[in-house]
């Protein structure tokens, strides 16, 4: 069973850069299983995809937050990173990290907690 | 990007009454539609994926149904454990999209 868990600060200042990391336990990153992904939803509001990670290839990114975000993967700490910069009060939200497999029909079969992110000075 | 019309936007359901929640995709997804069930502070649940197949544990009264534009997710005989937010989600193209959401709430 994949398990997921966020963490990173959840204040963060107007324009300055978010860093949320997701540490996954019951597969390693590197395995080839999993697409690792970042969702956000800001109360009261729907999700939004963010992107997403693969062991291989580029990351794919929402066009709608592609020039403000990055993803990584470090493999040895078994965790995959969130980059979100120039931030803003829209940008408050929860946000989510979430697997699906890398084959089959890309449903997200696994999600963290969700990190609460404020963005206030 | 693919636009996921949810409807309804909230419902309030008598116990075992038949709660129908659709989606509606502005272009053809085939049947790459998901459907997860989301309690406040936890994590999102997958409940049906790939339009109608159900997760493991999932009790039968959930099920779903559609193809190319339009899905349906049906609880049938709605249940007290039920209490929860429903959204769908495409997976068809990048990027993945979901739906706004319905807040089911027992009468």
């Known amino acids: 069973q994949v398990q997921l868990q966020e963490s990173g600060p959840r204040l963060v200042k107007p324009s300055q850069t978010l860093s949320l990391t997701c540490n996954v336990s019951?597969?390693?990153?590197?395995?080839?299983?999993?697409?690792w992904n970042w969702i956000r939803q800001p109360a009261g509001k729907g999700l939004e995809w963010i992107g997403r990670?693969?062991?291989?290839?580029?990351?794919d990114y929402n066009p709608s937050l592609e020039s403000r975000v990055t993803l990584s993967l470090d493999s040895s700490k078994n965790q995959f990173s969130l980059k979100l910069t120039s931030m803003t009060a829209a940008d408050t939200a929860v946000y989510y990290c979430a697997g699906h497999p890398s084959t089959d029909w890309y449903s997200f079969d696994y999600w963290g907690r969700g990190a609460l992110v404020t963005v206030s000075s | 990007e693919i636009v996921m019309t949810q409807s309804p936007k909230f419902q309030s359901v008598s116990p075992k009454e038949k709660v129908i929640i659709t989606c509606r995709a502005s272009r053809g997804i085939g049947r790459s539609l998901h459907w997860y069930q989301h309690k406040p502070d936890q994590s999102p649940k997958l409940l049906i994926k790939?339009?109608?197949q159900p997760m493991a544990g999932v009790p039968s009264r959930f099920s779903g149904s559609g193809t190319g534009t339009d899905f349906t997710l049906i609880i049938n005989g709605l249940e007290t454990e039920d209490a929860a937010s429903y959204f769908c989600?495409?997976?068809?193209?990048?990027?993945?999209?979901f739906g706004q959401g319905t807040k089911v709430e027992i009468k």
């Open positions: 989600h495409q997976s068809t193209s990048i990027p993945h999209t």
């Open positions: 019951g597969d390693s990153i590197s395995s080839g299983n999993y697409y």
């Open positions: 790939h339009t109608s």
């Open positions: 990670i693969y062991t291989s290839g580029s990351p």
